[in-house]
Structures are given as structure tokens and as C-alpha cells.
């Protein structure tokens, strides 16, 4: 009888994890399209709108997982999660877009904005060196992330017209047929915003009870199926991206996903709950996160082309940490 109640709950587990997926996945497709849909119609640039829209609405699931897990006082999924989509974003995502193609950069914001991870990246560390980010380190992050906001909408009408060219292509395609209302893209971003909230609680709910049953740390959990999970719009958007030839749109949704992930998740999620930081994550997930950040510097901005074999060294070195994160949760 407890065998079968016990197959029971990981079946029942397992499938609020996959519902939950899919309520992140088209919560943040139904956000993402009736927002662009809304700023089109209301005069917004094309540019614009994939540099705040698109690539912070992608960045919707870890949000919503981040509130959800903060509020139920699961910390550790926030702080795994943040890391580990992080790592995800460039290793896995960006390595898999250029393995599809090459990713040529000619976006002037990705020169400014690649040192600005490096920059975020190394100050969340260095918050996190007391064990702990706490309040005021939320209010910093914060502030940080509404002054990278204001960055790049100053930064946007400065890019090259092929970029912007780029953008109107890419926005078209996401946005779909023209016509519909502003009532009916309303009614599309509570749709999304609805999955966004249900897919994340289901996604926490399970993800905690997996770790349990496994005996390893949320915060292990947080780096891998739920980093998985959070970030299928950016793997989505930048795949579809490298297919189309437009790699400034795959290179700045990376990017600007991770600081997002810094600036905002962080210091949103620790405003409702300050989140402890366990010392064995400073030993290894904090340096391969920096690591990666500092890596994609010169990988895609020494000939401003990141190639199919940086792409194999970066899916080659999401491989080898996962594979040793795991290791370390099970020693």
C-alpha cells in the first residue's frame, strides 16, 4: 500500500512538473506576444521591443519562480535557479544557437552589455560572500536593474540600421498576423501572466518534492531541472534566431536575460525574503558561473563572431558542470 502511494505521489509530482513547464513555457509566449502586439500598436520601435519585451518577458519564468519560491520560503530554488539559468543562458543556449549557426555580432549594445554581466556577475558574488543577500543587497540590485533599463532604451536608437532591420523581421514573426484589438492582447497577457503564476507554483511544488525524495539540496535542483524548465522561452527565441540568421536577437536575449536574472530576480525575490547562499555554492557555482560569463567576452567579441566550435566548447562545458554538480550533490 505505501509503495503504491508512494508511486503514486512521484507520478503525480512528475506531472505537475510537466504541466508546470508548459504553463511557464506559453505563459511567457502569451506575455511576450500581446505586450509586442500592444507596443506596435502604440508607435513602440521594433528595437525596442526586442530589447525590453521580448528579451525580460523570456526571463518571466524564473521571475514567477523566484516570487513563488521566495514566498513559500524556498530560497535556495531562487538562488539555484538565478545561477543556474545563468550558466544554462550561455553555455547551453548560446552554444547549441551557434552549433545551429554561426553567431555574427553587430549589435553596439552587446559591446557595453557583455561587460555589464561580467560587471553584475561579480557584484552578486561579491554580496554574496556573507552568506547571505540580503535586503539592502536587494534594494541595490534593484536600483541597478532600472538603471540598465534606462541604459538601454537611451543605447537602442544609436544601433545600426541592419540591426534594426533585424528587429522589424524578427517582431513581425513573433508578433504574428496583423489586426485583433488592444482588448484582445490585454486578455492575451493575463492568459500569460495566469500560466506564468500557476506553471510556477507547480514547478516549485514539484521541484521541492523531487529533491526531497532524492535527498539533494534545492539548491541543486534550482541549477538544473528547474533552470531547465525557466529557460525554454530563451532556448526558443535564440535557436529560432540563429535558424533566421538573426544572431544580434539570440546574443542580446542571452545576455540581457542574465542580467535581468542578476538584477531583477535577485533583488525582487530577496526584497520578500533575504536568501541565504550555502558555502559549497561559493566553491563551485558561483566560480562556473563567473567563469562563463568571463569566457563569452572574448569568445564573441575578439572577432565579434561566436563560431560552431566555441558553440561545442560551451555545450562541451554546460556538460562537464552538470555532470559534476550532480556528483557533488550525490558524494
Known amino acids: 500500500m505505501e509503495r503504491a502511494a508512494s508511486y503514486g505521489a512521484v507520478l503525480l509530482n512528475a506531472a505537475w512538473f510537466g504541466i508546470g513547464i508548459v504553463g511557464l513555457y506559453y505563459g511567457a509566449e502569451w506575455l511576450v506576444r500581446g505586450s509586442a502586439r500592444l507596443a506596435h500598436r502604440h508607435g513602440v520601435s521594433p528595437l525596442v521591443v526586442g530589447l525590453t519585451v521580448v528579451a525580460f518577458g523570456s526571463s518571466a519564468p524564473e521571475l514567477l519562480v523566484g516570487v513563488v519560491a521566495s ?8 538562488l539555484g535557479n538565478v545561477v543556474g539559468s545563468n550558466i544554462l543562458n550561455i553555455a547551453l543556449i548560446l552554444g547549441i544557437s551557434a552549433l545551429v549557426k554561426p553567431l555574427k555580432a553587430e549589435l553596439r549594445l552587446l559591446a557595453r552589455e557583455g561587460p555589464l554581466m561580467v560587471a553584475a556577475s561579480l557584484v552578486v558574488a561579491g ?5 547571505v543577500i540580503g535586503r539592502v543587497d536587494a534594494v541595490a540590485l534593484t536600483v541597478g536593474f532600472f538603471a540598465f533599463l534606462w541604459f538601454v532604451l537611451r543605447a537602442a536608437p544609436r544601433e545600426p540600421s541592419a540591426v534594426a532591420a533585424e528587429y522589424v523581421q524578427h517582431q513581425a514573426a513573433q508578433r504574428g498576423p496583423e489586426g485583433g484589438s488592444d ?3 490585454l486578455l492575451r497577457v493575463v492568459a500569460g501572466l495566469a500560466g506564468l503564476i500557476v506553471g510556477a507554483q507547480l514547478l516549485v511544488i514539484s521541484a521541492v518534492y523531487f529533491a526531497e525524495q532524492l535527498g539533494i539540496s534545492e539548491t541543486v535542483i534550482g541549477m538544473t531541472v528547474v533552470a531547465i524548465g525557466t529557460s525554454l522561452p530563451e532556448l526558443a527565441t535564440c535557436v529560432v534566431a540563429a535558424f533566421r540568421d538573426e544572431s544580434d536577437i539570440a546574443l542580446g536575449n542571452a545576455v540581457g536575460s542574465n542580467i535581468f536574472n542578476l538584477l531583477s530576480i535577485l533583488g525582487v525575490s530577496a526584497l520578500i525574503r533575504p536568501i541565504p547562499v550555502p558555502a559549497e555554492v561559493m566553491e563551485f557555482e558561483i566560480p562556473a558561473m563567473l567563469l562563463f ?3 563569452l567576452v572574448p569568445l564573441a567579441w575578439k572577432s565579434r563572431v561566436l563560431g560552431r566550435w566555441s558553440g561545442a566548447v560551451l555545450v562541451t562545458g554546460y556538460v562537464v558542470f552538470t555532470v559534476v554538480l550532480i556528483a557533488r550533490a550525490i558524494a
Open 71 to 78: 514566498l513559500e520560503g524556498r530560497s535556495h530554488v531562487v
Open 293 to 295: 560569463a568571463l569566457v
Open 127 to 131: 554580496m554574496m560572500l556573507d552568506g
Open 183 to 185: 482588448a484582445h492582447d
